[in-house]
């Protein structure tokens, strides 16, 4: 089992910054890759970034590319989306997840564990 709690959400205004961060505990062999994810109301949840834990390997959404930025500290075993230059169609629920995986991917399917989510909401 593996365990994800997200925090660091909250309300900024367009152009601003937030640091979401999420905390995972459990066994470690089934969260070799972490993403996040996003999911606005009345769509679906759609990737934002994903990182292994092994190495440094990232991959971001088209959307976010530039200005999100996916990071891991290993001692803490948390990971980490800093997210700069923010715009209103960020707003949205934010996921962190584990996938057993070594590639982990951009399909919610590839991920096995979820957090709560943290909400983000960008003013305009």
């Known amino acids: 089992q593996v365990q994800l709690v997200e925090s660091g959400g909250g309300l900024v205004q367009a152009g601003g910054s937030l640091r979401l961060s999420c905390a995972a505990s459990g066994r470690t062999s089934s969260r070799n890759a972490m993403g996040w994810f996003r999911q606005a109301p009345a769509k679906e949840r759609e990737f934002v970034a994903v990182?292994?834990?092994?190495?440094?390997?990232?991959y971001y959404a088209d959307s976010v590319k530039g200005r999100f930025t996916i990071s891991r500290d290993n001692a803490k075993s948390t990971v980490y989306l800093q997210m700069n230059s923010l715009k209103p169609e960020d707003t949205a629920v934010y996921y962190c997840?584990?996938?057993?995986?070594?590639?982990?991917?951009?399909?919610?399917?590839?991920?096995?564990?979820w957090g709560q989510g943290t909400q983000v909401t960008v003013s305009s």
């Open positions: 997840a584990a996938s057993s995986g070594i590639i982990g991917g951009t399909s919610t399917r590839n991920y096995d564990y």
């Open positions: 990182i292994r834990w092994s190495d440094t390997i990232t």
